[in-house]
């Protein structure tokens, strides 16, 4: 970046103020647009609601190379086909305004990215310069962008800049005076190409993008675009793009959305590898890696490298996490040393009385016989602490390990374009994956994701199958772990249960949310070999945020255990429950307070079941029984009402009406799903 | 442009790889059982994933700094 320089101030900063110029500042959400805007505009700025909507619109006035320049913001978008009402505001204004050029700023970390929105420029034959922003941070993190290459092929000036530190910003200058159209043009496949020029002299020809940008636009759909069009196209002119559009999207299984955006993705990779380095990478090898990507994704190929994935997590997690460490963890550091220590440490500090017996029990009976409240049958240390970081703490810790490996690895959003596909093969709305896919990190948050669905029912129905059927990573890990002890035939009917739940109810949404709706856009990382650092760094900040979360609420639920048991409750409990939980499920009684406590966490009713079968699991005398019943348990906590956090944030998104109808519509279900599982192992296991 | 500035730590999405500065991104206001959770969503795809501090993050900073030293003897 031999040109950049530490910079006097370069531009001068007035009032808002007429000018004969126009730039028009245009970038992925958070690039550092706005720093940039404002070093080169000052303080003298204009903030108004763009018409119509309330995404905000800034300018102001610059004087740029001796004259003066009318600069305006707008907000971050990734594509200028719009996906949100930020994005269109951009695209409109791309549209509406004449004469301008535009200044693109681009996160140099994230280049490729920034180069998807730059070929779209090219595409409309916008005037531009592309400030490669963060450029700094992107050398820190060994990324080199050849930057005199890049301007070659777009035939654009490229300008490395830290807005924040006013770098680059003179050679900004200069570039912006001399802004040119790019002479980059993405070939799309002969169909799309023809259908392109059938639609081009069809379209009005005085705008601010580019004929063939509004042709390919108006080719995938974009509902927004044909409003305008509506009412500057002639009936005749509008058939006739329909039936081209028509005749283009019988020729695809996917949505033309996602053909156009598959094709010209290809040729911004290309882009992206010619002039991107990155020192101390470690991705594979180029070749390889693309076509294990692209079996990765695919629709019937991606099955079984899922299948090999979960067979990799299941022995890892349900064999080696909820076997050998949890073994080690539960008797030989818990059971065996910690709980009598601490069993000690409270009779030496309170010696003798009632308060010693209420704290850890009468001296000499075991725990699991009295009713302590530190230690005993529910004692904080030896039920809620020993859940926590002896039963659960080692599942999860290797399950948090398996899933950074599949983060870092570049499997898991491959993974997300995969089931979206599937989904949409059922007609299932592509943004309603989204939520879902989301939901293998936490539900409650991606329950927050829902909102971007456009309608209420829409919005309702993502929150029913996030809270129905999609597991939060917590909770496949106990999953894992409780699978790792049943016969795989038996963790075959679990699985199959689940995906059929998840696919008949998303077939069932499929028919109230009809149509191709929004296509999910997910920018892919390349597949990599993953760090073992990393690995270790991100498995840390889950295990600590794990501790955080859960270990307050396993300890709440073993205290409200304790006050029940204190007050004859649980007997009461088990009871009431026993109709279902022993009539129709055909699990021991003990199940009932599992239920119960799963509200809480579905970790901790699943530790709870654990704990129960886990003899059996290790001495290898699980009997036919015993599977079915691990399998309905399984079936009904994985079907069962989200968690406490999930629940009300149901209730604070979606309303307490939904709230209570969602968890009363899941309520029987998951029970009525365990009851058939129940009836349909027995017969056919 | 000479040696990179000191910088921000930066967080990268595991699902999209977008690297951003975690500030006011956390989830926590809309989360009724938040208070101190460090959970915070990717601006470009709404990933959530908990944040590197606390031993987590003494532990990115010692590696950082075992590369960098690597890199520059």
């Known amino acids: 970046m031999s040109h950049c320089h530490t910079c006097a101030p370069a531009l001068e900063k007035k009032q808002v103020v007429p000018a004969g110029r126009s730039v028009i500042l245009v970038g992925n959400p958070n690039v550092g647009k706005s720093v940039l805007f404002g070093a080169l505009t000052g303080k003298y700025v204009t903030v108004s609601n763009y018409p119509g909507t309330t995404v905000e619109v800034t300018r102001g006035s610059a004087t740029i190379a001796g004259e003066a320049w009318h600069v305006m913001d707008t907000p971050g978008t990734n594509n200028l086909l719009p996906m949100s009402e930020d994005e269109q505001v951009t695209r409109d204004i791309l549209m509406s305004e004449r004469g301008y050029s535009c200044l693109q700023v681009c996160d140099a970390k994230n280049l490729r990215r920034g180069l998807l929105l730059a070929v779209q420029l090219a595409e409309a034959e916008v005037p531009f310069v592309l400030a490669l922003n963060m450029y700094d941070e992107a050398l820190g993190r060994g990324i080199a962008v050849d930057h005199a290459r890049l301007s070659e092929a777009l035939g654009v000036e490229v300008v490395p800049t830290v807005a924040v530190q006013r770098k680059g910003l003179p050679q900004l200058a200069e570039a912006l005076a001399k802004a040119r159209a790019s002479r980059f043009l993405v070939r799309y496949d002969d169909a799309v190409e023809a259908a392109v020029a059938e639609v081009v002299p069809l379209l009005p020809g005085h705008g601010g993008l580019g004929k063939r940008a509004l042709a390919l636009m108006a080719l995938v759909g974009d509902e927004s675009l044909a409003a305008q069009l509506a009412g500057r196209m002639s009936p005749a002119q509008l058939a006739v793009l329909d039936e081209a559009r028509r005749r283009l999207a019988a020729r695809y299984p996917e949505s033309l959305r996602f053909v156009i955006s598959r094709q010209r993705l290809a040729a911004v990779d290309r882009l992206h590898d010619a002039v991107l380095t990155r020192a101390g990478g470690t991705s594979l090898g180029s070749s390889f890696a693309r076509r294990l990507g692209g079996w990765a994704t695919h629709p019937v190929l991606g099955l079984p490298f899922l299948l090999a994935v979960l067979f990799v997590c299941y022995e890892f997690v349900g064999v080696f996490g909820a076997k050998t460490a949890v073994d080690f963890l539960e008797n030989t550091v818990f059971y065996e040393h910690l709980v009598p220590w601490f069993d000690r440490l409270v009779r030496l500090l309170v010696p003798g009385g009632a308060v010693q017996t209420f704290l850890v029990g009468p001296a000499g009976v075991p725990f699991r016989e009295h009713g302590g409240l530190l230690v005993g049958r529910y004692g904080i240390v030896s039920m809620g602490l020993s859940y926590g970081m002896a039963i659960v703490l080692p599942i999860v810790t290797t399950f948090f390990i398996a899933f950074s490996f599949l983060e870092d690895s570049g499997y898991l959003p491959r993974l997300a374009v995969m089931v979206n596909k599937l989904f949409k093969r059922m007609g299932l709305n592509g943004k309603a994956v989204l939520p879902m896919v989301l939901g293998l990190g936490c539900d409650t948050m991606a329950t927050m994701t ?87 760094v991100k498995t840390l900040a889950r295990i600590e945020w794990y501790l955080r979360e859960a270990l307050p609420l396993f300890i709440l639920g073993t205290l409200i255990l304790w006050g029940l048991d204190r007050v ?56 036919r029984e015993m599977n079915i019943e691990v399998t309905v348990a399984l079936v009904t906590i994985t079907l069962f009402i989200p968690c406490i956090a999930n629940f009300f944030m149901i209730l604070k998104e979606r309303g307490w009406r939904t709230g209570v109808g969602v968890a009363g519509f899941i309520l029987p279900f998951a029970i009525g799903v365990g009851a058939t599982v129940n009836v349909l192992m027995r017969w056919l296991y | 442009m000479g040696a990179p500035a000191p910088r921000r730590r930066e967080v990268s999405c595991p699902l999209c790889g977008t690297s951003f500065d975690p500030e006011g991104l956390g989830c926590r206001p809309s989360c009724p059982l938040a208070k101190g959770c460090r959970v915070v969503c990717c601006p470009s795809c709404s990933y959530s994933f908990p944040q590197e501090t606390g031993l987590a993050g003494l532990l990115r900073g010692l590696l950082e700094r075992r590369h960098h030293d690597k890199e520059h003897p």
């Not at chain 1, 029913?464 to 059927?469: K, R, S």
Request: with cysteine; net charge positive; charged share 15%.
């Open chain 1, 568 to 623: 004859h409750g649980i007997a009461l409990l088990e009871k009431l429950a026993a109709p279902v939980v022993v009539g129709l499920l055909h699990l021991p009684k003990e199940a009932a307070t599992a239920f119960i406590l799963g509200f809480l966490r579905r970790d901790y009713a699943a530790a709870g079941l654990f704990l129960h079968y886990e003899p059996f699991m290790k001495a290898g005398t699980m009997t």
């Open chain 1, 450 to 536: 829902a909102r971007i669905m456009e309608t209420r029912k829409e919005r309702v129905i993502v929150t029913l199958l996030l809270a129905l059927a999609v597991p939060c990573s917590a909770q496949l890990a106990v999953i894992f772990a409780m699978l790792g002890g049943v016969t795989p035939v038996a963790a075959a009917w679990f699985a199959g249960t689940v995906l059929l739940v998840l696919f008949l109810v998303g077939w069932l949404a499929a028919k109230v949310i009809p149509g191709r709706g929004s296509d999910f856009m997910l920018e892919l990382p390349p597949l990599r070999l993953p760090q073992a650092g990393n690995i270790a």
